[in-house]
């Protein structure tokens, strides 16, 4: 019975480790189920900034999606069809820190993907202290827990 108990557990030990923590980007693809309904697919693409806008000072950039509903109840349970949150990836996670991506940045701190992603519960963020020169932003649409559901899309822009 003991055995059966522990082995349980390091079960799911396991699957927590494997949630929004890991930067293996094969093992939130690859061996985490993708949540698509039988209706259309989602989509998210950027209303702003445009692709290869020219800015100035902090970043808010704002999506809309369609056929997923963000839902910030559900965070961290079980995936539902065409339903989740946001996470918004600059230059590939290097500026996804509280110093950059504030409210955001934190709550990835406390999911422990800093430098990774910076989560959302809204379709914006806001990037301050970016220095000048071209960056790229991407979104990817997420499951309740964390796991990638396969529909992204991404800008380039310039800082002044």
Do not use: W
Not at 26 to 31: E, F, G, H, N, P
Not at 51 to 75: E, W
Not at 120 to 146: D, F, M, Q, S, W
């Amino acid at each position: 019975m003991r055995i059966k108990v522990t082995f349980l557990c390091a079960c799911a030990l396991a699957l927590v480790a494997a949630g929004c923590g890991s930067d293996d980007k094969s093992a939130s693809s690859d061996s985490a189920p993708k949540q698509q309904a039988s209706g259309p697919k989602p989509t998210v693409k950027f209303l702003s900034p445009k692709d290869g806008a020219s800015l100035n000072g902090a970043v808010t950039a704002k999506v809309a999606l369609t056929n997923f509903q963000i839902a910030p109840q559900a965070v961290g349970k079980a995936p539902r069809p065409n339903q989740g949150h946001l996470h918004f990836k600059m230059d590939d996670g290097k500026y996804d820190f509280p110093k950059y991506s504030g409210p955001n940045g934190l709550i990835g701190k406390k999911l422990g993907v800093t430098g990774h992603y910076s989560p959302a519960l809204a379709p914006k963020i806001t990037y301050k202290r970016l220095p000048p020169g071209k960056h790229t932003l991407e979104v990817y649409l997420a499951n309740n827990n964390h796991t990638d559901v396969g529909v992204e899309t991404k800008i380039e822009f310039t800082l002044k």
